[in-house]
């Protein structure tokens, strides 16, 4: 097997319908705890459609790209800090605590945002939406893994990803509901305070996780709560392995936690391959897909909001596909493997993307110099007129220069004009019934790479959508897994600043193409070191993995020596 250990039974999602059906309160508590990936999609996708609108509201937006990436990032950077913290209320206060905190958290951002008058405002509702979500992200998972059987486990903790891409796909269908309502943006991010109402409510009613109880001390209150999910005569067996795991166990303050954590094997183990797959995550390009969807669908030369909105949605139900998928797979395959062929997919659709927006920004429409100067003075781009080589431009250079394109009005991959960004200079251009691109260039091959786009979602789903919470709820121990999962929380958040913070500012200097291209390099980086890092954990017990752990995880070709140490043992 993959991984090096054979691990438990080859379970199916069948299995996991089975053991559903015949205890309703295992998919209660999975369905309610995984409303928190529902508010991480939600909030993912709905600002790629509100910042179309928001730019339309406020000029001061549409013009510095820097506020475009903070409006979409501050909710990331909350994120941060919300998971950074959320690992240590996870082991001091239990995880349902820190579930609804975070709901709190994200129900008074969503107010905030619906209301604010200014950017400035609007960002900081943005950063306590963050925090809920940074806290809900690695707290949700956590919670339905250590209240799930662990033969399907990875199938239920997989609930909560297929609500994430739900989320993000009923973000899209809202962004698409209020297009025409006055307000556009506002009720686009104020409906997101519904769910997490939702999800308080239900959570007051369900339990704390067994597993934190028993490491309290509330050994009764843990064996009632498992008899309501295990089979009765698998109820000793996970009692006795939650002794195991606590027999060595002390009280500590974090700092000496934090020590330990490092200089523990196990526990360094399982942050190496936890942290590998979050920064992975983040870094083949996903969220700037899911922040940014709509105004890369006008990068690829479709210009109007609405239709940008309707082709981000098909992308987005892909992502809702790819996870049922995960769940269909995860315990048949196996983490590791999924994830693998995953990246595979993924290296070849950004390529292939990179090579489609190549061709559409050099098949660009020309500039017509008379058109442009048709337009007035005050109307035109002043980089335009006074560039010396001005007859060679394209629409591309026009956008590089900070200006936008208005197209022909009889064919718009014709000649256009070239005109200053102003929010005015739009309405004259709309005016004469012509289109209006600040984003993109007209192409004929641009639905060609909305297309590549949703093949790369598709790639993307079953395997690093889902796999990377699912393996970071497992593969530390219980004693140091809320603190484990934390720290690799934090560095999923940070990767996903550094990307959304970004990559306006790469499309700008490297061209979409050369966006794409540099994160599939990152793709093949990743591939190497989750191959090299990264354990099978499908099947197992939690103490099973720490064991595993333990041994150390070495695949082949590195595997060698320690073969032949066997083979030299068994001869003897």
């Not at 996991?16 to 705890?33: D, F, T």
């Not at 700037?288 to 109007?304: H, K, N």
């Not at 431009?393 to 718009?412: H, I, P, T, V, Y």
């Not at 996903?496 to 966006?515: D, P, R």
Request: net charge positive.
């Amino acid at each position: 097997m993959e991984g090096g250990v054979e691990g438990g039974s080859n379970v199916e999602l069948r299995e996991c319908w089975n053991r559903a059906r015949g205890s309703p309160y295992i998919m209660r508590l999975a369905l309610s705890a995984g409303i928190g990936g529902l508010l991480f999609g939600y909030d993912t996708g709905v600002i790629s459609g509100a910042l179309l609108y928001i730019r339309e509201d406020f000029e001061e937006v549409d013009k510095k790209t820097w506020l475009q990436e903070t409006i979409v990032s501050m909710s990331v950077a909350g994120a941060i800090v919300g998971a950074a913290f959320g690992g240590w209320m996870n082991d001091k206060f239990g995880r349902k605590k820190s579930i609804l905190i975070s709901d709190v958290l994200f129900f008074i951002g969503a107010i905030v945002m619906a209301l604010a008058p200014s950017p400035w405002l609007l960002i900081v509702g943005r950063i306590l939406v963050g925090l809920g979500v940074g806290m809900a992200s690695m707290t949700a998972p956590l919670y339905i893994s250590e209240a799930s059987p662990h033969s399907i486990r990875g199938a239920l903790v997989c609930v909560n990803g297929l609500l994430l891409t739900g989320g993000q796909f009923l973000s899209y269908l809202i962004n698409l509901a209020f297009t025409k309502a006055p307000g556009t943006w506002r009720w686009m991010l104020g409906v997101a305070g519904i769910p997490a109402a939702l999800q308080l409510v239900l959570m007051l009613s369900l339990p704390e996780s067994p597993r934190w109880l028993y490491s309290r001390g509330k050994e009764e209150e843990a064996r009632n709560i498992l008899l309501r999910i295990y089979r009765r005569d698998e109820i000793e067996e996970e009692m006795r392995a939650m002794q195991e795991s606590f027999k060595a166990e002390k009280e500590e303050n974090l700092a000496k936690k934090l020590k330990d954590a490092f200089s523990n094997d196990v526990v360094r183990r399982g942050l190496y391959a936890g942290i590998t797959v979050q920064v992975a995550q983040q870094f083949v390009g996903i969220n700037t897909l899911m922040y940014y969807s709509p105004t890369i669908v006008q990068f690829a030369g479709i210009a109007s909001n609405s239709t940008a909105l309707a082709l981000s949605l098909i992308t987005s139900g892909l992502n809702a596909v790819g996870t049922i998928l995960s769940m269909a797979f995860i315990d048949r395959y196996g983490r590791r493997r999924l994830m693998l062929i995953s990246l595979v997919g993924i290296i070849v659709c950004l390529i292939v993307s990179s090579a489609i927006f190549f061709q559409a920004a050099k098949h660009a429409p020309a500039i017509n110099h008379r058109d442009t100067l048709g337009f007035g003075a005050n109307s035109t781009c002043h980089a335009y007129t006074n560039a010396p080589n001005f007859p060679s431009w394209n629409c591309m250079q026009c956008l590089r220069a900070k200006c936008a394109f208005c197209a022909n009005s009889d064919n718009q991959y014709h000649p256009g004009a070239c005109l200053s960004a102003e929010k005015s200079v739009r309405g004259e251009c709309r005016a004469d019934k012509r289109v209006w691109f600040s984003q993109g260039c007209p192409s004929k091959i641009g639905i060609l790479a909305v297309a590549v786009l949703g093949l790369y979602i598709l790639a993307y789903a079953p395997g690093m959508g889902t796999v990377p919470w699912v393996l970071n709820s497992e593969i530390y121990p219980l004693r140091y897994r809320g603190l484990g999962g934390g720290i690799a929380a934090v560095s999923n958040w940070c990767a996903n600043l550094i990307v959304s913070e970004s990559f306006l500012s790469m499309t700008e200097s490297l061209g979409a193409a050369g966006t794409f291209l540099l994160f599939a390099g990152f793709s093949v980086i990743a591939i190497i070191a989750i191959y090299a890092l990264v354990p099978e954990t499908k099947g197992l017990q939690f103490e099973e993995v720490e064991k595993l752990l333990q041994e150390g995880f070495r695949p082949f070709p590195f595997n060698k020596k320690k073969k032949d140490i066997k083979k030299k043992v068994d001869d003897k």
